[in-house]
């Protein structure tokens, strides 16, 4: 991975060429970063809604076999393979994005010219003792999860609404803030996703032609 975190590192040493700017290069090569992985944004996104079309006839089958745990994973299993569903792809992208995210934290924590770069009013290098990016780290996480959780959501995904942007941003106040700017700008990306695709019509012969 140390490969892909020194591509970051020589992007963002030519955005910085480009605008003077390490916080610019930051927020340029996160939207950079978030549109070669838009495709997979737009299979998980179809995926989800796939899901999502099969919900009723997910909830009549766990009524129906809810005393036959077996018999449930069976008939779960033969709908998604109708209906050509794989379950898993709804993962695609976190599992896409992951090595980026890593690389990307990689290259801005190991950085040398970062360390002493400013950005408005925060040092890129040092935690932001300002809280502004902590805390809309943690606004923008809550609203990123809010608008990617699908309806109908069970309580534990539920729960991550609220779990997770405390999380980030305890952790926004602990790291430097150009991961901070990073994590908002990312999640801003997302969230603006979500507004112009918010579900892909997925056709019926898509879906198994069921009516």
């Not at 060429?17 to 299979?43: D, H, K």
């Not at 796939?50 to 018999?71: D, F, G």
């Not at 995210?101 to 950085?111: G, M, N, S």
């Not at 790291?175 to 999640?187: D, E, H, Q, R």
Request: aromatic content about 12%; proline content about 7%.
């Amino acid at each position: 991975m140390s490969w892909l975190s020194g591509v970051m590192q020589d992007g963002m040493g030519y955005l910085y060429g480009q605008t003077g700017s390490y916080g610019l290069a930051i927020i340029l090569l996160t939207i950079i970063v978030r549109i070669v992985l838009f495709p997979f944004t737009l299979l998980q996104t179809k995926s989800t809604a796939k899901m999502q079309q099969l919900q009723p006839e997910l909830n009549a089958l766990q009524k129906k076999y809810k005393s036959e745990p077996e018999r449930l994973n069976r008939e779960t299993m033969d709908l998604w393979k109708k209906h050509k569903v794989n379950p898993l792809s709804g993962c695609l992208l976190l599992l896409v994005q992951f090595p980026f995210l890593i690389a990307f934290f990689q290259a801005l924590d190991k950085y040398a010219p970062l360390k002493t770069a400013s950005f408005l009013i925060w040092n890129l290098g040092k935690p932001d003792t300002t809280y502004v990016l902590p805390v809309l780290a943690a606004v923008s996480t809550f609203l990123q999860v809010k608008v990617t959780t699908p309806p109908g959501a069970d309580a534990s995904q539920s729960s991550m609404m609220f779990v997770f942007p405390i999380l980030i941003g305890w952790m926004a106040m602990r790291y430097p803030a150009a991961l901070s700017l990073y994590w908002v700008v990312s999640n801003l990306w997302s969230i603006a996703e979500r507004l112009v695709i918010p579900r892909v019509p997925v056709r019926k012969e898509e879906a198994g032609g069921t009516t």
